[in-house]
């Protein structure tokens, strides 16, 4: 199992800056995949990047350029940059986690969720 605890939403205007952060409660190298997922409201959520096997990373295209995921091993972090926002950037954010051993296959944790609005 895995716990994930998100931080670092909040309210900041169009073209501004935000980190979010994402605290596992194990190592990350254990982890298959990690990334950040966004729902706004009455939409379905999204994928927005992602890293999976360590190495391969995938975001959403209109975030391509502007938001960047990296990882802390020893801190157990999972970070989401996110730079030059828009106000459809304003959603959720979640922290996602898939885990996969031989005897239970594929299993995915999700943290409690960040609100990031971006307004003026």
């Known amino acids: 199992q895995v716990q994930l605890v998100e931080s670092g939403g909040g309210l900041v205007q169009p073209g501004g800056s935000l980190r979010l952060s994402c605290a596992a409660s194990?190592?990350?190298?254990?982890?298959?995949?990690v990334g950040w997922y966004r729902q706004a409201p009455g939409k379905q959520r999204e994928l927005v990047a992602r890293?999976?096997?360590?190495?391969?990373?995938n975001y959403e295209d209109s975030v391509l350029g502007r938001f960047t995921i990296s990882r802390d091993y020893a801190k157990n972090t999972v970070y989401l940059q996110m730079n030059s926002l828009k106000p459809e950037d304003t959603a959720v954010y979640y922290c996602?986690?898939?885990?996969?051993?031989?005897?239970?296959?594929?299993?995915?944790?999700w943290g409690q969720g960040t609100q990031v609005t971006v307004s003026s």
């Open positions: 996602h986690a898939r885990v996969i051993t031989p005897l239970t296959g594929a299993n995915d944790y």
């Open positions: 194990r190592s990350i190298n254990s982890i298959y995949a």
């Open positions: 890293i999976t096997g360590g190495s391969d990373t």
